[in-house]
T-cell receptor
Framework: IAGITQAPTSQILAAGRRMTLRCTQDMRHNAMYWYRQDLGLGLRLIHY???????GKGEVPDGYSVSRANTDDFPLTLASAVPSQTSVYFC?????????????FGPGTRLTVL | GQNIDQPTEMTATEGAIVQINCTYQTSGFNGLFWYQQHAGEAPTFLSY??LDGLEEKGRFSSFLSRSKGYSYLLLKELQMKDSASYLC??????????WGAGTKLIIKP
């Protein structure tokens, strides 16, 4: 693989179900991020990780959890999905967190919660 | 609070020049980014400004005025493939990106 990948590409989920969105990068980037993108709104940060073993809450963390057991993987879990979590989810990574460190984005996961 | 404003939609003609403006209010400032996002795809990095002035990169240029909380992205010699959304994002004092809602640019032949 080259860059950052996400799985699944899309998913339809019943409300109340648990779901994990996967994200893997092979660039050895320290920092990783999860965003959601909704029509008419900017990308909103859900959770982030500045380095393996650490995580932090973003702007909209409620209903989501993350883990960062190693450098490459940063899964996002919805413990009990609700319709308001219908969105496009992007995972991103950057070499570090300061200054001119562009974020590289995965292709996204389109999630529909019914 | 933190806020990024940019126009929702703009239309321009192939071969012309277009300027997309962005104004921002953030807690602290560690740079401003522009990203391009084609429909159904991921955002991709275009430019980064942290000092006042113009940064030129091929057909694309980005300008920053920190005192005015203002930036613009200038696209020259527009091509049909430039039809996309352009996202403005500021890095705040915590080194988190605050994103605008994006400007959808429509290019007409």
């Amino acid at each position: 693989i080259a860059g950052i990948t996400q799985a699944p590409t899309s998913q339809i989920l019943a409300a109340g179900r648990r779901m994990t969105l996967r994200c893997t990068q092979d660039m050895r980037h320290n920092a990783m991020y999860w965003y959601r993108q909704d029509l008419g709104l900017g990308l909103r940060l859900i959770h982030y990780s500045n380095t393996a073993g650490t995580t932090g809450k973003g702007e909209v963390p409620d209903g989501y959890s993350v883990s960062r057991a190693n450098t490459d993987d940063f899964p996002l879990t919805l413990a009990s999905a609700v319709p308001s979590q219908t969105s496009v989810y992007f995972c991103a990574s950057s070499d570090s967190t300061g200054g001119h460190n562009e974020q590289f984005f995965g292709p996204g996961t389109r999630l529909t919660v019914l | 609070g933190q806020n990024i404003d940019q126009p929702t939609e703009m239309t321009a003609t192939e071969g012309a020049i277009v300027q997309i403006n962005c104004t921002y209010q953030t807690s602290g400032f560690n740079g401003l980014f522009w990203y391009q996002q084609h429909a159904g795809e991921a955002p991709t990095f275009l430019s980064y400004n942290v000092l006042d002035g113009l940064e030129e990169k091929g057909r694309f240029s980005s300008f920053l005025s920190r005192s005015k909380g203002y930036s613009y992205l200038l696209l020259k010699e527009l091509q049909m493939k430039d039809s996309a959304s352009y996202l403005c994002a500021c890095m705040d004092s915590n080194y988190q990106l605050i994103w605008g809602a994006g400007t959808k640019l429509i290019i007409k032949p």
